[in-house]
Every structure is written in C-alpha cells, then in structure tokens.
C-alpha cells in the first residue's frame, strides 16, 4: 500500500537533490517546513475556514441534489422536462461561475459556500436521478400492495434503493467540492488554504508553497479515507458482511 508513495517521494528527492533549482525544494524541507507553517496559529486562521466552507457547501448541494433528484427521477413528465436543463448546467464548468457568483454574492464567505455548491450538486443530483429511475418496480408494487406509502415509503424504499447510486454521487461530489474549494479561495479572499498557497507563490516562499500543496493532498485522502469508512456503515446491507462488492 506504501510502495508507490514512497517510490514517489524517493523520486521527489532524487529530482530535487541533484537539480539544485529553487522551486523545487526536497522532501526533507518541506516536511521541516510543513511543521513550521501549518502547526501554528495558520491551522485555526487558514484550514479549519476551509475545511467548514467544504462542509457548509457540501451538505448544502447534497441537500439540494438529493431533494431535486428524488421528485425528478419518480416523474418521467418532470424528468423529461428538467433534463435537458439539466444537462446543459452541468456542461459549464463550475470555475467559470467564480466571476458571476461574486457579482450576486459578494465575496464573503457566502460566494465560496456557492461555488462549492455550483460544482458539488451536478453528480448528487444526476446520480440520484438515474438511482431513483432503476427500482426495481416488481418491490415499488409489493410496497404500493402492503400499504407503504407517504414518508415510510420515502425512507424505506426510494432512497434505501437509490442510495448506492446516491453514495456515487456524493463522492464524486467529494472531490469536486475539494477543487471548488481552492479555487473560490484565490478569488478576492483573505484567508484559506488556496489564498494561502497563492500568498506563498507570490512572496516566493517555495517551500510553503509546497506544504500546501501537500498539506492538500493529506486532507483530500484522509477526506476520502473517511467516506470510505462511512459509505461501507450505510450501505452495510448493499455491501454485505464482507464489506465492499468484489
């Protein structure tokens, strides 16, 4: 599991140790310089606004794409109607909003939350459509026999049966948010890790650079790491004891 990073960063050091080139520093120097910069009052100032922005936008979109997601996907008028609509928002690139969104929101932390929401809802919303769209209609009859409707139905069986597809979504969504993230960050703000990292560039501060940078990477694995884990405890049923699908 540890070969190919550590192949990597064995890499890293041979480039770095045998160019000589200021930007890029070894290791060795940015693990020193990571400790330094990221373990100090920038830890409350700089990633925990991130880290809460990535929240509030992302169970904002979930909110968002699971509630529109549902009702489209149980109307074939309304799905007929929404998708082409659909589809064409999801083409434009979630960065390309940054400009427009600041118009309308100014450039408050509400204008972040949003561009993590711009990019994050396409995949939940999409994914629980198409989740919604594959019941299998021989248990949506059995519940409409056995009296299983209104929230019961809701609950136990629309989004119980959606919610692989659902978890698709959501970390695809994961990922994106983490992007949005950075970027909504270098635009007109005063704090966060993607103004921080750009900071570093343009003071030339190279080897703080690159601790964001890797700083980054840790967040979006352990990020991953801890949806992994959760994903497996909600989909325990889908996935069986044996824990994920061969």
């Keep these: 599991m540890l070969g190919l990073p550590m192949l990597l ?4 050091w041979a480039v770095s140790a045998s160019g000589g080139t200021f930007y890029l520093p070894t290791p060795g120097e940015v693990a020193a310089t990571f400790a330094e910069t990221w373990f100090s009052q920038r830890l409350l100032d700089d990633v925990l606004p991130s880290l809460a922005r990535l929240l509030a936008g992302y169970v904002l979109a979930t909110l968002l794409g699971v509630g529109l997601g549902v009702p489209i996907g149980l109307s074939p008028r309304l799905r007929a109607t929404a998708e082409p609509v659909l589809e064409f928002f999801r083409a434009i690139p979630p960065p390309i ?4 969104v600041m118009l309308l929101a100014g450039i408050d932390n509400a204008m972040k939350v949003l561009v993590i929401v711009s990019g994050c809802v396409w995949p939940i919303l ?6 919604v769209r594959a019941l299998d209609e021989v248990l949506s009859d059995t519940c409409r026999m056995y009296g299983v409707r209104g929230l019961s139905r ?18 695809q969504a994961l990922s994106i948010g983490i992007i949005l993230m950075v970027i909504s960050e270098m635009f007109a703000s005063s ?9 570093f560039q343009r003071q030339f501060q190279i080897a703080e650079m690159w601790s ?7 967040l979006g694995f352990a990020l991953s790491v801890l949806f992994r884990w959760l994903e497996r405890r909600v989909l325990s049923w889908y996935y069986g004891r044996g824990g994920e699908r061969a």
């Design 126 to 131: 999409l994914n629980t459509v198409e989740g």
């Design 212 to 218: 964001g940078i890797v700083l980054l990477g840790l």
């Design 154 to 171: 809701l609950r136990r069986f629309t989004l119980r049966g959606a919610s692989p597809q659902i978890m698709a979504g959501l970390r």
């Design 97 to 100: 909003l940054v400009p427009l």
């Design 9 to 12: 960063v064995l890499g890293w």
């Design 191 to 199: 704090s966060g890790l993607g103004f921080t990292i750009v900071l």
